[in-house]
Structures are given as C-alpha cells and as structure tokens.
C-alpha cells in the first residue's frame, strides 16, 4: 500500500518527524489537534486521516466515512476557539483524496508564523501548547510557552527599556572599543565627537523612557556594555562560556567565563575574546593588497560571522547559555532559543529575523557582520570550497538550543609554540629584570606572531584601545623591548633583546 502514497511525498515529511497517520473511525480524535498544534509550533507536518501506519513504516489505507461531511466538521472546529486558538491554514492545505476507491483527508500544516505562535488547544496557552520531538507530540512546559511567547513580539527582543541598570553602571572601557572601533570604521563621522549617553542613543544601547524623561539602558546597551553582575539582574540565567578541547587528560586545555570577575562579561568583549581565540591558528597566507598586508581569510570571516550569529541569535532569558568549544577537529557554537525561521529559510538566505537584531545592528555598524539574511549562506559556500565539508546545523526543543558545527580537515590549525604563548613566555624571551604591564604583555604577544602587525590590527586583536596601543609601544620602545624596521607603511616590527 506504500505505492498508494508516493504522491504525499511522505519520505519528506517523515524526516524531522513531521508525519502522522490516524485512523479517525468514529471521528476526529482528540490526538489530532494536538498533532495540529505540535507542527504548528515546530516545523509543520502531514497528517492523513483514514490510514493506518504499521509497524514496519507500511501503510493499510482504511478510509473515512462520510469525507465530505467530516471536511466541513474539521473546518467548523479549526475556525472555533475553543478547540484551537487561530486557524493557520489556506483552503489549499485540506483536501479529500480517493485512493483504491477509498477516501482519505489530507491536512498540511504549516509551521506558523511567530506572530501566531504558540498556537494551543482551547484558551489556555499553559495547558494547551504542543510540540514535536522524536518520539511524537508533547505538552510543552510553562518555561517553553513563556520562551515561544516572548518570541511572538513585533520588535526585536533586545529594544526593551532596561529601567533597574543606570547608564553610568555599563563598562566605560568596552564603550570606549567599541567607538574606537566605530571611529576606524566611519573616519569624520558626526557621531565620533558626541557624548556617550548621545552616542548610545543613536546606535540604539539607550533609550528616553518617556514615563519619567531619563534615559535608560536597552536590553542590547545591557547586554553589548553591561558588567556580568548588571546583565544578570534582567537575565538570571545569562552565562557565556569559550572552552578549547585540546588534552584528553583535562576537562579544557583552555576556558573563560562571563561570571569570573576578570572581566566585564558582556557579549562585546566575549567576541572579541572568542574569536581571537578560535582563529589565532588558522593559518593566514601571506597576502599584499598593494603595500599593505591583508591577512584576514574567508575561513576568518566565517568563523566571525557564525559567532555574531550566535549571540545575536540566543534567547538569553534561557537555560545553559551560550558555549563556544574549539577541538582540533572542528567548532561547535550553542546558544539558547532556536532560529525563528526555519533552518532551511536561514540556509537559502534572502531571510533575517534575528532575536536580538539592535546587537546584530551594533555589530554591523563597526563592519563585523554580513546584510540581513546573506550571512549563513555565505558561510555555506565558503566552507564547502575551502574544506569540502557544509557546517552542521542541529535544533533541541527541550531546552531550546541551536548547536552550529564547522568541521575542519587535517592540516587547518597551525599550532606554533608563539601562537599560544602566555605572559609568562613573553617574559622569558625578554629581560627578565624587566616588567611588563598587562597591555605590552598582550602587545608582545601579537608581535611575536605577526612581527608586520599594524597599530589598527593591534587594536582589533587585542580589545586595547588605539591610545592604550600607542602608549604601550612607546613605552616598549624606550625600555628597547621592540622597535620598529623601516618605514611607517612598509615597515614591521621588532623584539629586541631576546634570548638565544
């Protein structure tokens, strides 16, 4: 009987578990609106009304009496709130088909726009709100209902006014990088000589409430500018963990995290620190645009591109938080909340709709991050031409989690001695009378692994300021630990009294 149903396409629908058979003798059973809500609020599905599924995957086509009477019955209770909250399907999507002189009823459903979603039997979303996992239909816990909810907003999640944090609590020295960075970016904008509080109105990190006139925090501002014990007053649950999986003897071969106290724990400073972190041994060819050095790869964009994805993506108001893990074979980025399109929308492009799109913006406006909806294509298509691989893409229901993995080829990771060198090494090959401050320590480091770095470069992989740059260099030289070969442009860098 399997041949009966080639035309339903069913291989397709059963991938993802987006296909029911029931039987419906006597009726609609009442299995059937929770099968409608549970697709409705995952991915969609089939369902055939009169055909029996056995065990072994085949079908027994046993039909419904009276079809025509029973299409109408299913309309009149699709369209009644009290069975089912919103009708979200086109005549197109119901038909009655005869099949061996049988008759059964084809229902296609959707997956709902978000706007619509949680679409749940009777009037209450807490008790009536369906998902699908593998093993079939679930009632969904009050933490799903209330995550599926806050996803139903017209605006971006991260615009809401944060009234319990003040402007003057967010990290004065990551506004600082990042106008640094907005300043090599945008050179003679009019933005570059306002105040902060002005300038963080116009990139959206602070808004007028109009209650009471003052200005305020955004969830974005909070979570871009905010100190870890700030972000956790409006987001209990707000955890950002980089852990690297080298030594199969220890847990981590390295790890930070945003609740450690070192440092400011916000999503700006965690990128930065990340994507140092997973892309310092990538191998980067040498490259001339004309006399300058240009050593930033595709491989590089990528990986950038999937971490800002990420975290403009996670549901921070969710479990476990967002981890990033680097192994020798491959990344793995996880975050809270599930895309709010379809994996397959966010891999054809053309489609954005980011949970946090004012950090996404943030992001964007300091030249880090594709246009809307071109960002994961583009990730696509490079890591098929570079390593003949596609990045893995897998969604959890229970908790809400998207899991990205960009598996890599043998011979990627270049691991040099100086690529993970630590302060202390840096000391070693110096003086040792000598003391170095935090910023030259970091300073020396990229110079080590890249004796042409420029000033702009240091900036960007270090998260120093441009002053902090040049007078760390400064002092570096006049205490003759580096000094400069050559000429401004074409010139490089230096480290003077090493060991031999």
């Known amino acids: 009987m399997g041949d009966l149903l080639k035309d339903f396409n069913i291989d397709s629908f059963r991938e993802g578990n987006r296909f029911e058979a029931k039987l419906a003798k006597g009726g609609f059973p009442k299995s059937l609106w929770e099968t409608y809500s549970s697709f409705a609020n995952t991915d969609g599905g089939l369902i055939l009304l009169g055909v029996k599924e056995n065990r072994d995957h085949s079908f027994t086509i046993e039909g419904v009496e009276n079809p025509e009477h029973m299409e109408k019955l299913f309309w009149d209770n699709v369209n009644n709130k009290k069975v089912v909250d919103i009708n979200i399907l086109s005549n197109s999507d119901v038909e009655v088909k005869e099949i061996a002189g049988k008759h059964i009823l084809s229902i296609v459903v959707p997956r709902a726009d978000r706007i619509y979603r949680p679409v749940f ?10 998902r699908r996992n593998g093993e079939g239909d679930y009632l969904c816990s009050r933490d799903e209902v209330g995550a599926i909810f806050r996803d139903a907003g017209h605006i971006s999640q991260d615009c809401k006014i ?74 209990p649950l707000y955890f950002l963990d980089y852990q690297e999986h080298f030594d199969e003897t220890t847990r981590w071969s390295d790890r930070f995290v945003s609740n450690s106290g070192e440092w400011s724990g916000n999503i700006f ?10 892309s310092e041994d990538i191998k980067r060819p040498f490259k001339l645009d004309g006399i300058y050095r240009v050593d930033d790869t595709p491989i590089h964009k990528a990986i950038r591109e999937i971490l800002l994805n990420t975290l403009a993506n996670a549901d921070y108001y969710g479990r476990a938080g967002v981890v990033i893990k680097k192994y020798k074979e491959y990344f793995a980025f996880e975050n809270p909340g599930m895309f709010r399109i379809s994996v397959k929308e966010a891999i054809n492009g053309g489609m954005s709709d980011p949970r946090n799109a004012t950090i996404l913006k943030m992001f964007s406006m300091i030249d880090i991050g594709e246009r809307a909806g071109s960002g994961i294509p583009g990730v696509f298509s490079v890591w098929n031409k570079e390593f003949g691989l596609l990045p893995e893409y897998t969604q959890r229901i229970t908790p809400e989690r998207t899991i990205t993995v960009l598996k890599l080829t043998n011979g990627v990771l270049s691991y040099k001695k100086t690529d993970n060198v630590s302060d202390d090494t840096i000391n070693d090959t110096i003086n040792d009378t000598i003391k170095l401050s935090e910023p030259e320590s970091k300073i020396l480091k990229q110079i080590e692994k890249d004796n042409e770095v420029t000033r702009e470069r240091l900036v960007f992989n270090t998260g120093l300021s441009d002053s902090t740059i040049a007078r760390a260099l400064k002092t570096l030289q006049e205490k003759g630990i580096v000094g400069r070969q050559g000429s401004k442009k074409t010139g490089f860098w230096k480290i003077l009294n090493q060991k031999n």
């Open 269 to 278: 400073d965690f990128f930065f620190k990340a994507v140092n972190k997973l």
């Open 121 to 130: 039997l009777g009037t209450d979303m807490f008790s009536g709100t369906f």
């Open 162 to 235: 944060i009234k319990e944090v003040s402007l003057t609590s967010l990290c004065k020295e990551t506004i600082s990088h990042y106008r640094q960075r907005f300043r090599l970016s945008h050179d003679g904008h009019v933005w570059n000589s306002l105040p902060d509080m002005e300038f963080l109105k116009k990139i959206g990190a602070a808004k007028i409430n109009q209650d009471d006139g003052k200005v305020y925090p955004t969830a974005a501002g909070l979570l871009m500018f905010g100190y870890e014990s700030e972000i956790v007053y409006e987001y």
